[in-house]
């Protein structure tokens, strides 16, 4: 069974998504701020009959269906049974259906099971788990962030601190750091660099910072670095939703060097990574190809969607267990000289110029590599007889650019 979770961030969140796992059954986050025709569109997708929901929610769900009000059902729930249901779950069995943007305007339906979620927070080591820690749970239960943060608290018996439902702003996100003494956290890259421009002092005080979804700025991480006590870290983090969370990660910590664009590090535990060419062969140091990942972390496929599973799970090519698949990312990469991988963009930004295929997220960090600059972005202009590329770019601090 699939049950619907439309659930502001709360303590009922929590108990909710514990109790729909003790059941047997698997969660289908709602996010409040999606259009109500695609919050009725993946609820009819997966199925879902039940739905576990606050009274905010009211005006955002369908008519049909079940729906229990966890704010406003107390007495009612307060009478139901409280010994733990006779199911049988294992690492297989699927534990939630996360939605995410589909090329064609058809959100995908991501299936992942149990052992997604235990590879993710159980016996690895990109980040310390432990009782000790105070977590923020801050993302959207629907973004896939919201697994590392509950079940890296929850399966550890770590403090997990819920932020307030609201939209926090840059103040109020810092004073709840300070006033939990929170240790662990997940920032997307864009949230990421406006603390770090106007909260600083306040984010420095995290030991464990996470942050990915996109390009982290060079020069904001060697800002944060360098306000870094002894023995914290910055983690730079990436990975699909096909591969529950994070696929790969990069440490940075007070004394490491930051020179150009931020690699997205080596494949976490129980996860593989390859960089492969259009006929499915591995590519030598520095040269770019499509990021395959693979291991315990993959999802079933995607909900109803066998055509498009097909051909995003790819049989693995290199398997030594029948069965093994990877999953075609879509974005570009290279090995580094050191064992890490430079993300490059995304496959699909290419343009063709004078009769070449031209993947802009290539000439972006050629730019980005180059000295004294910051960031970068290259765009493609003119009509097709006469196209052309235009690179922008920002200077670090202290430095002085030559368009020549």
Request: glycine content about 8%.
């Amino acid at each position: 069974a699939r049950v619907g979770l439309a659930v502001e961030r709360s303590f009922e969140l929590v108990v909710a998504l514990l109790a729909i796992l003790k059941a047997g059954a698997a969660f289908v986050p709602v996010d409040r701020n999606a259009p109500v025709e695609r919050i009725t569109a993946l609820l009819e997708d997966a199925d879902v009959e039940v739905v576990l929901t606050h009274q905010p929610f009211a005006s955002l769900l369908p008519a049909t269906g079940t729906r229990v009000w966890l704010d406003a059902q107390q007495d009612v729930l307060a009478a139901l049974p409280t010994h733990a249901p006779d199911v049988h779950v294992d690492g297989e069995s699927l534990a939630y259906v996360m939605f995410t943007s589909g090329s064609t305007g058809r959100p995908k339906g991501v299936c992942v099971p149990h052992r997604g979620i235990t590879r993710l927070v159980l016996g690895n080591t990109f980040m310390h788990f432990g009782p000790e820690e105070v977590w923020l749970q801050f993302a959207p239960v629907a973004f896939d962030a919201s697994t590392l943060e509950i079940w890296g608290a929850l399966l550890h018996g770590a403090k997990l601190v819920l932020a307030p439902p609201h939209a926090l702003t840059l103040e109020e996100l810092a004073a709840q750091l300070r006033h939990h003494r929170v240790t662990s956290l997940w920032l997307t890259a864009a949230l990421f660099e406006q603390m770090a421009l106007h909260q600083a002092e306040a984010l420095a005080t995290v030991r464990q910072l996470l942050a990915g979804g996109d390009v982290l700025p060079s020069a904001r991480v060697r800002e944060h670095l360098a306000r870094l006590p002894e023995g914290a870290v910055l983690i730079n983090g990436y990975g699909p939703t096909e591969n529950t969370t994070f696929s790969t990660t990069l440490s940075l910590h007070r004394d490491t060097v930051v020179e150009g664009p931020i690699s997205i590090g080596r494949p976490i535990s129980n996860a593989t990574t390859y960089v492969l060419d259009a006929h499915l062969r591995p590519v030598p140091v520095g040269v770019a190809g499509e990021l395959y990942v693979g291991g315990s972390g993959l999802a079933w496929g995607y909900l109803h969607r066998p055509d498009l599973t097909a051909e995003r799970f790819a049989p693995h090519p290199f398997a030594t267990t029948p069965g093994e698949r990877l999953y075609r990312t879509g974005d570009k990469a290279r090995w580094l000289a050191d064992g890490t991988l430079d993300f490059l963009g995304r496959v699909d930004f290419q343009v063709k110029v004078r009769g070449f295929r031209i993947e802009l997220g290539e000439v972006e960090a050629a730019l980005r590599a180059a000295s004294g600059v910051n960031e970068a972005v290259v765009v493609a202009r003119g009509s097709d007889g006469d196209k052309r590329l235009v690179g922008y770019v920002t200077a670090r601090e202290g430095h002085a650019l030559d368009a020549d």
